[in-house]
């Protein structure tokens, strides 16, 4: 009796642990499907066929709303390129999962104030526009080419501040590479066979002992859960 009990137990625990894992996998696929929608819906219409986005989508993509996304089916969801110029905005305190994109228009807009940090993450951004009285994030230093052109700044060709070595006042720890993340920003990333705090911890990261560690917390945890509700249940 005492082994079948294990055994049910442990079974419950484990479509828990299941059941758990596709719920939160399942949210974050929603979330992010969510936000995309918001943000490609943040204006009326489509992609302005005078904006820059609209002659860079016609090769490169497919337009939804305001965005144009990426023709690969592999990676079907990547924004490539945004257009919100035009839309009455006056502030923008984050522009959600579109740090994919190529170009962003964020021209003709009341915006009074930009933070860097808004793109941050956005390495693969080549060209951006903005009113004309805000700067570049990451200053003209960041780019390779900055005009004022329609009431519109144009801040073209992200540099790699990786490369701006004689610039930089910070290194990356041992064992670790520089990466471009986003205008005026980067991240150091741990060599091959490095990994943990600064990269100091030598071999392959403990994928697999990681996820027993987890695993089994989880089911521990779900037994003494229902172990509980049981004997509450029992005594009502």
């Not at 642990?17 to 918001?38: K, P, R």
């Not at 741990?190 to 403990?206: A, S, T, W």
């Amino acid at each position: 009796m005492t082994l079948l009990l294990g055994k049910m137990m442990a079974a419950t625990a484990s479509t828990a642990c299941l059941c758990t894992v596709f719920i939160v996998l399942f949210n974050v696929d929603v979330d992010s499907q969510d936000t995309d929608a918001q943000l490609c819906k943040m204006c009326q219409g489509t992609v302005r066929q005078d904006s820059p986005v609209w002659d860079f989508c016609l090769t490169k993509g497919h337009i939804r709303g305001r965005c144009c996304f990426e023709n690969e089916t592999s990676n079907a969801d990547a924004i490539i390129g945004l257009d919100l110029a035009n839309c009455s905005i006056s502030r923008v305190e984050h522009l959600y999962n579109s740090s994919t994109a190529f170009i962003v228009d964020l021209s003709n807009n009341p915006i009074s104030n930009l933070s860097d940090f808004i793109f941050q993450g956005f390495s693969h951004l080549t060209q951006l526009l903005l009113p004309s009285k805000l700067e570049c994030p990451g200053g003209n230093a960041s780019w390779e080419k900055v005009e004022v052109k329609n009431n519109a700044r144009i801040c073209q060709g992200q540099k790699n501040i990786c490369n701006q070595t004689a610039q930089m006042s910070w290194d990356c720890p041992e064992n670790s590479f520089c990466s471009p993340y986003g205008p005026g920003f980067f991240e150091c990333s741990c060599l091959h066979n490095f990994y943990g705090y600064k990269c100091m911890r030598q071999g392959e990261f403990p994928t697999a002992k990681v996820l027993g560690i987890l695993t089994g917390s989880t089911v521990v945890g779900s037994s003494l859960l229902w172990f509980t509700q049981r004997r509450k249940a029992k005594n009502i």
